[in-house]
């Protein structure tokens, strides 16, 4: 955990730091859902994804991280998971019914801070949400979907 941890060793594990805090099998892998739902989830969590945040990794001349701005919409951020999930005005359709199924499940969700919402929302247990989280991040992840 203390490798997960460390950003400056493992820049690639910023995000999955956050909602990974113990060594365990995760609970959408114990889940009967749709194989699609198992590997969009599964891709989002890795880092294996379209997002600029890791696609501009990859860029020559190689991009800093703090300049891989969203090319989805104007807020000027960068497109990484928590933006994707939380903040991007382009996914703000699909995003309600993500939300409303973490709000049915997750107690207290309209009132925790957005950071908390994110690391709720990836590692809940309840195959509703898991499954709404997966529909979000297959829609979301579609490769034609790139600007």
Known sequence: MQEINDTHKNPKLR??????????????????LPKYVYQSIARFRLSSHNLHIELGRHKRPYIPA????????????????????MVCNN???????????????????????????FIKILNDKNPHVIIAVGKFLNMVLKEDNIV
């Open 15 to 32: 995000t999955y730091k956050l909602f990974k805090t113990e060594l365990r099998i995760e609970s959408y892998l114990n889940c009967n």
């Open 66 to 85: 703090d300049e891989r701005f969203c090319r989805r919409c104007n807020c000027n951020l960068v497109e990484d998971e928590f933006h994707c999930i």
């Open 91 to 117: 996914w703000s359709n699909n995003r309600i019914d993500l939300f409303n199924k973490a709000q049915e499940f997750i107690d207290n969700f309209s009132v925790l801070s957005p950071e908390t919402q």
